[in-house]
Structures are given as structure tokens and as C-alpha cells.
């Protein structure tokens, strides 16, 4: 299979900073946060939930952030726990260990168990453990798909691909095998040197038809995650007559796709409309009444 470019690159200059003024500007009085949750004690894992006002049966999301597999903290993203708390959906956003300390087995059971640690106490706190969501930015959108797409990783935790009400992805790395291009060390020091260690990782290879549905969220000017990884996955699902949806934004850049969940950028994408109308329109698969999520504003 054709190389095609999947470079997850750090944000430049002071991330710390960055995220602090995004934050700084999301500030919801009828949410209830919770920090530092551990859902991993030996490993010293811990989450952040962010509860919408009145929250029973909310879906919910867990979303994976980017960093390369090699950096970033949960605490910076609090702008994409209250943007979609502030419309009715309970986030979890937990910490996963990263490279060197682990490669790709230690950091997706570290993700597959923040899946299953959510499910389980999804009803404790107000949402509804049969609308769990998986979403992921950048190589945090490899870690979503791959759960949504590999059984194994959740298998090993008592669920399956199919328990999850839908996968988001936000510019993911979903299709590069082989890794060549010098700029991609830090995939290689996740995933491995050789193409078959390298396929493991890739959520494309692991499509078979028993997969949630999707919604493909990519900026075409995404100069660090190629389209053509969105575009190929998608495709690789309606091959096999899966529900995808793909979302192509001209003019818009990988941060920014991101960004845009964020008050004062929301209107460089319509990330949080999209986002949205996907959990809105895949309501759990039982009888019930779903809770209504109230409509994006700009």
C-alpha cells in the first residue's frame, strides 16, 4: 500500500499558554466539572468529566487529544469538554501513557480502559452507558479509530467495536503503512520499524465490516494529517457497506479543525455543528426516549 502522509507534529510555541487562553474562554456555569478521577491506579491514570446541567442519559464522548503519541495533558482541553457539555453531551477526557515510556500496546490499553471505566460509570453520572462515543484529534484520532475498528483492544475489556454508539475522528491518522518519510519518526517510535508491526496500528487494515458508524471530520488545508487519510478510511468503510460520514473543510488547517470547538473560533469550521448532529442523529440501539442536545450557537 502506497505511503500516504500522516505527519501529527507538535503545536508550535508555548502549549501551555495556547491552551490556557482557549480555556480561558469557554466558561459554562451550569457544568459540572471533575478532575483527576483516577481509572488507573497502577499506572497512575487519571480523567476529567464534564457534566451538563441536569445530565440524565446524556451520550457520551470520550475524547482522545493529539501530541504525536508523545506529549500533551488532559487539562489543556477543557474548551472541548464544555463546548459539548454546554449542548447536553457528558465528556470524559482521560490521560493515556505516552511514548517512550510505552508504544502502541501500553497506550491503547490505556485507552481501551478509559472506554470501559466509562461505560461503566456512565449512569453514575448522568449519562448513558449504551451511548458512548469514541473521539480523537490527530494521533488521538488513530486511538479512537483503532478502537473503533481493531476488537482486540476492547475485547480485552469485555466490549467490542459494536458497543460503541459512533466513532468521531478530528484529522486522524488512519492510513500510512508503510512508514518511510524521514518526518515520521515519531510514528515509527510508536508503532515500529517494520510494515507489519507498523498495519497493527493502522485503523484502514482492521476494517471489516462490524465497525460504529463514523463521522470523517478533516480540513483540506492540513499540512501535518493529510485528507487523503480520511478520505481512504471512509472509503474503506462504505466498501463494506458501513455508515461513514466525511466531512471535507476547504480553507481549513489541523489545528483549527480543532480550535473551532472553541467559542471565539467557532466559526473557521463547523466542527461543533457536525459533531453534534452525528450524536444527535445515532441515538442508542434499544427502545427509549433519547435526551434531546441542544443546537449549536456560534
Known sequence: MALIACICLPLAGCEATLFAGLNATDQHEDITGQHGIVFDAAHGLALDVYRPAHADHAPVVVFFYGGSWAHGERAWYRFVGTALAAHGVLVVIPDYRKVPQVRLDGFMRDAAGAVAWTRAHAAALGGDPDDVFVMGHSAGGQIAALLATDPSWLGARGMRPGDLAGLIGLAGCYAFVPITATRDQDMREAFGDTPAEQRRAE??????????PMLLLQGIDDDEV????AIALHRAMLLRNEEATLRLYPGVGHESLLFALSRPLR????????I??????HPPARPGTPGSLAPATR
Open 267 to 274: 466559526a473557521d469550521a463547523p466542527t461543533l455543528e457536525d
Open 203 to 212: 485503523p484502514i487494515a482492521h476494517v471489516r465490516g462490524a465497525e460504529p
Open 226 to 229: 493529510s485528507p487523503a487519510n
Open 276 to 281: 453534534l448532529a452525528f450524536i444527535r442523529d
